[in-house]
């Protein structure tokens, strides 16, 4: 598997530096605006940038087996997973977190069911058409996925965010929705990355120290499991991820090939992205990263992929939630590289 990731226009970067050098205001002084600006100007080969008109989120639900309580290390998240099949539901009625602070910035969101462990059968068919399976498989016992299922989910994503481009989508974000993914997320982290478990767990929905120390357990015995097997990004989707992970990767990946800019997430996205990162090592260059996540394996991703989080709000909640609060940030960033005045101009 090969991705051809085209690389930012580094002319029109250059041209917007300059640009912003010469604007009505001390140089340097709207610091991190400033670099968004060249940024989305490099990602759009315009100078100035285009407006971000149509942002769009869609949010990969799914379930994942670790989260079983009656699995080999008990509960690993503070809630039982039926939450993940109840929030889909959530999500349609528009009254879910990110839908309320999409609908801040005039984004849409699209949930999907990847992998819900059950049936949804009120929903419509358009929620579940890209559904790989029914839950993935608890990853501190067993392979996530079956030979292929990674491929199709990858597939997935890639034809979700082909769908969402192709409609008018000017700006990307990846969210998710499922009980136990941090788990998930902390043990991708640590496979690509080499580190140990006890460095990479959080407390992801909010469990306590013997929480904490239940998922180490079960991160460890993953990571165990699979020992050097996880070699190439979709192997450690199979072995230690899940459909939805895959799924993500797939979005984020096929965004970087069609010049479209996101704005990852909290820990599972970026997680995500870390993984597909080694398949296709220029597209964290379409990426930017919507806010820093209270868990650890975050701050990992991040780093690996050369990526600073735009805000620090201590969100913890997932599904695109903090990506959807950065919007304005790169909104602000296009409008001041298109409408400041220039310094050259001072009576
Ligand atoms: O985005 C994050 O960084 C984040 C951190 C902690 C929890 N979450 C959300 O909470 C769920 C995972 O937490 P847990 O404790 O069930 O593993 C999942 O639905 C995520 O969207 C999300
Ligand atoms: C209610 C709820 C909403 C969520 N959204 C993302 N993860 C979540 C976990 C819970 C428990």
Known sequence: MRFDIPL???????????HLDGLVKPVGSLGRVEELAAWLAAAHGSMPPRPLDDVRVVVFAGDHGVSDPAGPHGAVSAYPREVTASMVRVFLAGTSGVTVLARQVGARVRVLDIA???????????????????????????????????????????????????????????????????????????????????????????????????KVAAVRAALARTADRASDPLSTFTALGSACAAATAGFVLRAAERRTPV??????????????????????????????????????????????????????????????????LLRSAQAVISEMGLLADLA
Not at 265 to 272: K, N, R
Not at 307 to 320: A, N, Q, W
């Open 263 to 328: 704005l990852l997430d909290g820990v599972f996205s970026c997680a995500a992205a870390l993984v597909c990162a080694e398949l296709a090592p220029e597209a964290p260059r379409w990426w930017l990263a919507g806010h820093r996540s209270t868990e650890p394996s975050q701050a990992f991703a991040l780093k690996a992929l050369g990526l600073t989080p735009l805000l620090d709000l201590g969100l913890r909640l997932g599904e695109g939630s903090g990506a959807v609060q950065a919007v304005p």
């Open 8 to 18: 930012p226009d580094d002319t029109a970067r250059l041209e917007a530096l300059a």
């Open 116 to 214: 819900v462990d059950g049936e949804l059968a009120d929903v419509p068919a358009e929620v579940t058409a890209h559904k790989i399976r029914r839950g993935s498989g608890s990853i501190d016992v067993t392979d996530a996925l079956a030979p292929g299922e990674a491929e199709r989910a990858l597939a997935a994503g890639m034809a979700v965010a082909d769908a969402e481009i192709d409609a008018g989508a000017d700006l990307l974000i990846p969210g998710d929705m499922g009980i136990g993914n941090s788990t998930v997320a902390a043990t991708l982290v640590a496979a690509v990355l080499g580190l140990p478990a006890e460095d990479v767990v959080g407390t992801g929905t909010g469990v306590n120290e013997a929480g904490r120390a239940r």
